[in-house]
Each structure stands twice: as C-alpha cells, then as structure tokens.
C-alpha cells in the first residue's frame, strides 16, 4: 500500500537553514534517482512521522507530491534526534513501478520449536534478509519458521519459504536461527569437558614419568652391570 506526503521544495541550505526549519515543525530532505537532478524538499514532521510509522517501515512506498507532480519514492536515510524524539533530515529514493529495487526485509520467528520444548534456546542470528524485487513486491517483513528446528540445530536462508517475488541475495548458507542449549549448560558442558581434557593430560604426564622413571632404573642396572 502507498502512502501519499505533500512536500515543497526548499532554497536554503546549511546548518541554519535546516534548524529554521525544523523549529516550524518541518523536516529538510532531498529526493534523488533515476538520472534525475537531486530535488532539495521539506516535509511536515507530523505527516513524515505517519508516513514512516507503517508495518513496511523503511520499504513504505511513498507518493510525494512536488509542485504539483506525483513522484514515487521509498525512504533511504533517516536521520534523527533521539533525545528530543525528531526527524533531523531524510533522503528519499525516486523509483518506478516496473524497475526492481534492492531493500533489506526484516525476519520475524514464528512458530513453536522442538528443541525449545525440550529445553533448548533460540539464537536469532540474522535481522534482515537482502532482496531484490519491484516496489510494489516488498514484504513488510519474512517468516523464518522455527516450529521443527530440534535442539542443536538450524535454520539457513535456504530453508526460509519466500515468495517467488523475491530474488535473495543474503548467502543461502547464512544461518538464521539456531536452538541450543541454555547457557548455564553450555558453561557445565565446557567445565565438564576441560576437565576431562585436564584428567587425560594428567594421565599422560603421569604414564610418561613413569616411563622415564623406567628408563633412568633400566639405564642405572646398566651401569652396575
């Protein structure tokens, strides 16, 4: 789904300029692509932030409305003042319907796993997955469906069921999610088995001083001999 934002275009630049701005509630921004010249714009804060706040996120499909034309974009940089809760400045990528777009989607777990039913952990390894599709195909977000990952196992980017739509870019080989065990056990398991280590070392220094104890006896009775 579009979303539609009124915008004008902007003369001034620098510093003060953009402060003026932002302090009549609006937000400084530039809309580039497709060979076209850069277009310097603002936008009002309140209807940027509707326009962003979707379930689509930084993939939302945005009508911009110039001087009186209609120029399709998706946001690309957003920068924001975290203290104060502001948009600082946003730069918008012009596209067109019928060119594909490269977007990263982000992947949401779902399902019930076995080996979280049997005492295992998930591990959520990768956060979004990189595709290429046309604009109107990007999904709000991708399923990686963890239901039948047992304990000590995997999910890839090969496993995820994705729609034909997309062209994936991530590593197929790139894992996921993965279920192991709790950390406590995992810290036993690493104890219990340096210490196994240590023993059979141990063993060792102990069977080869016995051995060389052997040998300075054996070498002595030669002696005397």
Same mark, same amino acid.
């Given at each position: 789904?579009?979303? #539609?934002?009124?915008?004008?275009?902007r003369?001034?630049?620098?510093?003060?300029?953009?402060?003026?701005?932002?302090?009549a509630? #609006?937000v400084?921004? %530039?809309?580039?692509?497709?060979?076209?010249d850069?277009? $310097?714009?603002? /936008?009002?804060?309140?209807?940027?932030?509707?326009?962003?706040?979707?379930?689509?996120?930084?993939?939302? $499909?945005?009508? $911009?409305?110039?001087?009186?034309?209609?120029?399709?974009?998706m946001? =690309?940089e957003?920068q924001?003042?975290? $203290?104060r809760?502001?948009f600082?400045?946003?730069?918008?990528?012009?596209i067109? =319907?019928? !060119?594909?777009?490269?977007?990263?989607?982000?992947?949401?777990?779902?399902?019930?796993?076995?080996g979280?039913?049997?005492?295992?952990?998930?591990?959520?390894?990768?956060?979004?997955?990189?595709v290429?599709?046309?604009?109107?195909? %990007?999904?709000a977000?991708?399923?990686?469906?963890?239901?039948?990952?047992?304990?000590?196992?995997?999910?890839?980017?090969?496993?995820?069921?994705?729609?034909?739509?997309?062209?994936?870019?991530?590593?197929?080989?790139?894992? %996921?999610?993965?279920?192991?065990?709790?950390?406590?056990? =995992?810290?036993?398991?690493?104890?219990?088995?340096?210490? /196994?280590?240590?023993?059979?070392?141990?063993?060792?220094?102990?069977?080869g001083a016995?051995?060389?104890?052997?040998? !300075?006896?054996? /070498?002595?009775g030669?002696?005397?001999?």
């Amino acid at each position: 789904m579009e979303r #539609k934002l009124k915008v004008e275009r902007r003369d001034g630049t620098g510093k003060g300029s953009a402060r003026k701005l932002r302090a009549a509630g #609006k937000v400084p921004g %530039v809309v580039y692509g497709r060979g076209g010249d850069p277009i $310097l714009i603002t /936008a009002d804060a309140r209807e940027l932030f509707h326009v962003l706040h979707t379930e689509a996120g930084m993939n939302v $499909l945005v009508e $911009l409305g110039v001087d009186g034309d209609e120029l399709l974009a998706m946001p =690309r940089e957003i920068q924001r003042d975290h $203290l104060r809760g502001q948009f600082k400045h946003v730069d918008f990528l012009r596209i067109a =319907r019928d !060119v594909k777009v490269t977007v990263e989607v982000p992947v949401h777990i779902v399902g019930d796993s076995e080996g979280v039913r049997t005492g295992g952990v998930v591990e959520h390894h990768l956060w979004n997955l990189h595709v290429e599709c046309l604009p109107q195909d %990007v999904p709000a977000s991708i399923e990686a469906d963890i239901t039948h990952v047992a304990l000590n196992d995997s999910l890839k980017v090969a496993d995820l069921r994705l729609p034909r739509t997309l062209t994936v870019l991530t590593d197929p080989e790139e894992i %996921v999610v993965s279920v192991v065990p709790p950390q406590v056990l =995992r810290v036993e398991e690493e104890e219990e088995l340096e210490e /196994a280590v240590e023993g059979e070392e141990a063993e060792a220094g102990a069977e080869g001083a016995t051995g060389e104890e052997a040998g !300075v006896h054996a /070498a002595e009775g030669g002696d005397q001999g």
